[in-house]
Nanobody, 124 residues
Framework: QVQLVESGGGLVQAGGSLRLSCAASGNIIEENMIAWFRQVPGKERNFLAIVSSTGAITSYADFVKGRFTISRDRTKNLTFLQLNDLRPEDTAVYFC?????????????????WGRGTLVTVSS
């Protein structure tokens, strides 16, 4: 089993920043890519970013490029998502996921393990 726990969400003003963390425990963590998604209640969960097992390769959704940065510390089984220049439309629950089994990492059904999410609220 694999457990993921997100933290770092909160209330921030527009233009502000937050750093989200995803703590992983259990089996087969080191060899897996880890991704971040977000979801507004009542809407679909959207892909944000993904980082390779070594942390050397990253990919982002177009709408977050230049504002969000994904990284990981394999020694501590932590993955981070730095959120900068936040906007009210970034308000959502943010999730991390792993156990990717291909072929398209943008899709939620390609991941076996999910955290419970952390809420980010951006005020205008």
């Amino acid at each position: 089993q694999v457990q993921l726990v997100e933290s770092g969400g909160g209330l921030v003003q527009a233009g502000g920043s937050l750093r989200l963390s995803c703590a992983a425990s259990g089996n087969i963590i080191e060899e897996n890519m880890i991704a971040w998604f977000r979801q507004v209640p009542g809407k679909e969960r959207n892909f944000l970013a993904i980082v390779s097992s070594t942390g050397a390769i990253t990919s982002y959704a177009d709408f977050v490029k230049g504002r969000f940065t994904i990284s990981r510390d394999r020694t501590k089984n932590l993955t981070f998502l730095q959120l900068n220049d936040l906007r009210p439309e970034d308000t959502a629950v943010y999730f991390c996921a792993t156990g990717y089994n291909g072929p398209d990492y943008h899709h939620t059904d390609r991941y076996r393990y999910w955290g419970r999410g952390t809420l980010v609220t951006v005020s205008s």
